[in-house]
């Protein structure tokens, strides 16, 4: 035991947890399970009279998407946490049966697919700091900064955390949720450990979003849609409903093609995607907002799980470890992954014991975000302007496959079920290379991947004029 931790008795049974995102909320609902105390340190001030836009969340104002499987796992971990989003406004729908969805290829015809929960983000955190904060065990300090660790003399224990107003903060475990502008690389330098190597692919995608009140239609028979961009055409755009009777319609675009925050140019953005469908649904509708861009859209891993040296009682979770192009909408569900790997990590250490298997719980939390990476970084590859590491030739004999994979799923459902399957990260990328899979994927081979028109979908009436 250290001098520092004596000096602080609290330490010992007290977990510490910076940032108040999602990775950080369901990691502090996992540790309460062992630890009698576990803090959360929150540089914003958390709204407290309901779902609010704060800073530190400035994706919040872009379209987000939860897979069924973040869902699940997000309900396992808070049961009732679905019934409270639907129950404030919030939309689970089957995509692609009325979230209609442009592939790269052709729209998706209502075949079997994944359910996707669509809510605006501040909702979303908002429900599930609620339910955390239900446990009298978890506490959050807002309006609080973490501004580096504290760790015995020789570095190799985190005792703690300094924060910028009313530090130090005495615990046994701290872990960083902090998200994409996480310090962990330097806190970890100023106590001797070296930085973790990074892999980044950036496809230099830009995103530009705007809320609109949703126009009364009696015939609409869909209700999201998404306009998939690709390498030859590399301008999409994702339309969700939200709480509140608003949609919020976020466009995408790569490179030169990003997407201007102009009034005017959003129309006339929105009108040169391959499909006529978003402009149409969007041209009269009032909007509720100025559009708003983001452009930090690379992926970008930084292997804390491969340094050989790791610290006693450190880990580093969600965003912070690894980030993702937002495009296929894989964060969130990474986030609730890594707490349910947390979960399983832990097994049945007791609190003193769990510390001493801070470098473990990385690597198991780190694997989670394996196949989202890997779905993420080789669709990336696609676009010639990507930065990152090229891809070998399996790599790309796989994005070949996974071009005919796509067709097929829209005539054969049993492929785009295990296709859905994968993408909402609910089953093994491995059902796709099963022999039974390869087959009926390659019998389709003489569906075109570029049909002749991609103007709407057959299940989809176009609106009057
Ligand atoms: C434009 C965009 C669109 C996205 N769309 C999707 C989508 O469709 N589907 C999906 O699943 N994911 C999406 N994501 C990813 C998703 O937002 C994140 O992966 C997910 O929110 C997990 O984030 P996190 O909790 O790790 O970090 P964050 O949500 O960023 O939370 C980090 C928290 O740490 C706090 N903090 C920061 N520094 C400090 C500090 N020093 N001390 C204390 N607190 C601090 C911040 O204020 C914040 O509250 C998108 C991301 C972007 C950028």
């Not at 001030?45 to 104002?61: D, H, I, K, N, T």
């Not at 209609?100 to 015809?109: C, E, K, M, R």
Request: charged share 20%; aromatic share 8%; glycine share 10%.
């Amino acid at each position: 035991m250290d001098d520092d931790m004596d000096n602080h008795p609290a330490g010992h049974d007290h977990a510490v947890v910076l940032g108040a995102g999602l990775a950080g909320l369901l990691a502090a609902r996992v540790l309460a399970q062992r630890f009698a105390r576990v803090t959360v340190v929150e540089r914003d001030e958390l709204p407290a009279a309901g779902p609010a836009f704060r800073p530190g969340v400035p994706q919040s104002r872009h379209a987000h998407v939860l897979w069924s499987r973040g869902l699940d796992v997000m309900e396992a971990l808070l049961p009732g946490i679905t019934r409270a989003l639907l129950a404030g406004g919030a939309a689970l729908l089957e995509s692609p049966r009325d979230f209609l969805w442009l592939s790269t290829a052709d729209w998706f015809g209502p075949v079997p697919g994944a359910r996707i929960l669509l809510a605006g983000r501040e909702l979303l955190d908002w429900t599930v700091r609620q339910e955390v904060l239900r446990d009298g065990r978890i506490e959050v300090r807002s309006g609080c900064a973490a501004t580096g660790l504290r760790a015995g003399p020789d570095g190799r224990t985190v005792t703690g955390v300094e924060l910028r107003d009313g530090g130090p903060l005495a615990a046994s475990l701290v872990v960083d949720a902090t998200g994409r502008t996480s310090r962990a690389p330097a806190w970890l330098a100023a106590l001797g450990h070296p930085a973790p190597a990074v892999t980044r692919y950036d496809s230099h995608l830009g995103y530009s979003s705007r809320f609109y009140e949703i126009p009364p239609d009696p015939a609409r028979r869909w209700q999201g849609m998404y306009v998939q961009g690709r390498p030859d055409s590399p301008r999409g755009g994702v339309l969700v409903p939200l709480e509140g009777g608003r949609w919020l319609v976020t466009l995408i675009g790569n490179g030169e093609h990003a997407p201007p925050t102009g009034d005017e140019d959003f129309l006339d953005f929105a009108r040169s995607l391959r499909s006529p469908a978003l402009y149409d649904a969007i041209r009269d509708a009032k909007p509720l907002s100025a559009p708003t861009g983001f452009r930090s859209t690379a992926n970008e891993w930084r292997h804390y799980e491969r340094l050989e040296r790791w610290p006693t009682g450190f880990v580093v979770l969600g965003d912070a470890a690894c980030r993702f192009n937002p495009v296929y909408g894989h964060g969130m569900t990474v986030a609730a992954l890594a707490a349910d790997a947390l979960d399983r990590a832990m097994g049945t250490l007791s609190a003193r014991d769990l510390p001493g298997a801070a470098r473990r719980i990385q690597r198991s939390t780190a694997a989670v975000a394996a196949v989202p990476w890997q779905i993420a970084t080789s669709e990336d590859m696609r676009y010639p302007e990507t930065e990152g590491p090229p891809p070998d030739r399996v790599a790309r004999a796989l994005q070949a496959y996974m071009s005919r994979v796509i067709v097929g799923a829209n005539a054969d459902p049993a492929i785009s079920r295990r296709f859905f399957g994968v993408l909402s990260l609910s089953t093994s990328p491995n059902t796709l290379l099963s022999p039974g899979t390869v087959v009926r994927v390659l019998s389709k081979w003489r569906l075109p991947t570029s049909p002749a028109t991609t103007d709407y979908p057959a299940h989809h009436v176009p609106p009057a004029g």
